[in-house]
């Protein structure tokens, strides 16, 4: 048993070692950063994170990325609740090959829709917003999200929704009130996928945004002077970049475990 803890601790401890690194190294000046190897800062600094906190150009990052993540999880959620249900309740012509098609989407590359996305979106002026970025991530979380939650949506018995009908409910009444609630766990699980795909995606983020919405990841694209890379600077907002994606995990935990439990996690 003791044997067992050790190996689990040297485990986490080895998974934990590149988050520590980077901690360490943003407390870090540039000069002790790139003079050798050091386990601790020697010199302690909050200058990198003081800069970020207090430059537009990066907080604004930070802000814009967190506006179309959020708005991509929300539509992708939205939209894939009724598709799930459709595909976990009726048997239609062409069904199956439907279900395919949405998952292929998911397969496909995001260099492909780039160019595409960019022309649309610069000729109905939706370019450098939110909204764009928001609805070219829902070209690849919408299928996820279906293909998650039809996975929780099959495991509630039919029973229910006869049930229900029986009893007088309406579709929308019932799809809110009784039948949201019961695959609770399966939209916890759905929205951090969606989160987290969104929140890492940098192609498409990078190339629908310019100057307005331009998005944290292509700040930190950005951060090679005339004097170098600024490693410190780099490293501060790498820390800052795994901050919501940790409290996202915080806040559906309980649902994450359901999930690798009960649907198709």
């Known amino acids: 048993m003791l044997r067992a803890r050790i190996v689990l601790g040297l485990y ?38 003081t800069k970020i906190f207090t430059d537009p150009s990066w907080y604004s990052g930070y802000i814009n990325s967190l506006q179309y ?26 069904d199956k090959h439907l279900f395919f098609w949405l998952l292929s989407n998911r397969m496909a590359p995001p260099a492909v829709f780039a160019l595409p996305f960019f022309n649309l979106y610069s000729a109905i002026g939706l370019f450098d917003t939110p909204f764009a970025v928001a609805l070219a991530h829902c070209l ?34 019932f799809f809110v009130k009784i039948f949201t609630p019961l695959v609770a766990s399966g939209i916890g699980v759905t929205a951090f996928f969606c989160f987290m795909f969104s929140w890492v995606e940098l192609l ?53 475990a359901k999930g690798f439990a009960l649907g198709r996690v």
């Open 140 to 173: 690849f979380n919408v299928p996820l999200a279906v293909w998650i939650l039809e996975g929780f949506m099959s495991g509630v018995p039919r029973e229910i929704d006869e049930t229900a009908y029986l009893d007088g409910y309406g579709f929308p009444h």
């Open 204 to 256: 498409l983020a990078r190339t629908l945004t310019s100057v307005d919405t331009k998005p944290i990841a292509a700040t930190m694209t950005r951060t090679v002077s005339a004097a170098g890379m600024d490693w410190g600077l780099l490293a501060a907002a790498g820390v800052l970049t795994i901050v919501p994606g940790a409290l996202v995990i915080w806040f559906v935990r309980n649902y994450i």
């Open 12 to 49: 986490i401890g080895f998974l934990l070692l590149p988050i520590y690194w980077l901690v360490n190294m943003s407390l870090k000046t540039n000069s002790e950063i790139v003079s050798g190897l050091t386990l601790w800062p020697h010199t302690l600094t909050f200058e990198n994170y």
């Open 69 to 94: 993540v959020a708005l991509n999880t929300v539509l992708s959620i939205a939209l894939a609740l009724p598709a799930a249900y459709a595909f976990s309740r009726y048997r239609f012509v062409g």
